[in-house]
């Protein structure tokens, strides 16, 4: 798979002088633990829970945009009183190549039981 994507990126550099900028957002299910233990997940918990809330944030851009957006779902999930967010996912929304593509995420807001 690396292979196919340093093959992809070679072949779209060397086409038209673009440059092409490869940002990981759906590597599998990887935890972001907070310093305070509040997990926030794109799988899920070994642990009970009863899901109280779908949380959707965005508007984000550029290289940090995850990192924002997984701030932003953690303060939105608090806000409801949850343990922690399950099953997020991440989606571009707008047309990158004239700049204004912006990143969203969906996560379910969860309370341990």
Request: charged share 30%; proline share 3%.
């Amino acid at each position: 798979m690396r292979l196919l994507l340093l093959l992809t990126f070679g072949f779209l550099v060397g086409c038209g002088g673009r440059t092409v900028e490869v940002v990981r957002v759906d590597a599998g299910p990887e935890t972001v633990p907070a310093d305070d233990g509040f997990r926030v997940t794109t799988g899920d918990l070994d642990r009970a829970y009863e899901e109280i809330a779908i949380l959707r944030v965005g508007g984000r851009s550029g290289r940090s945009a995850a990192e924002h957006l997984i701030h932003d779902l953690r303060d939105a999930a608090r806000r409801v009183e949850a343990d922690a967010v399950v099953r997020v996912d991440f989606e571009p929304y707008g047309n990158g190549e004239s700049g204004s593509l912006e990143w969203y995420a969906t996560g379910t807001a969860v309370r341990f039981r």
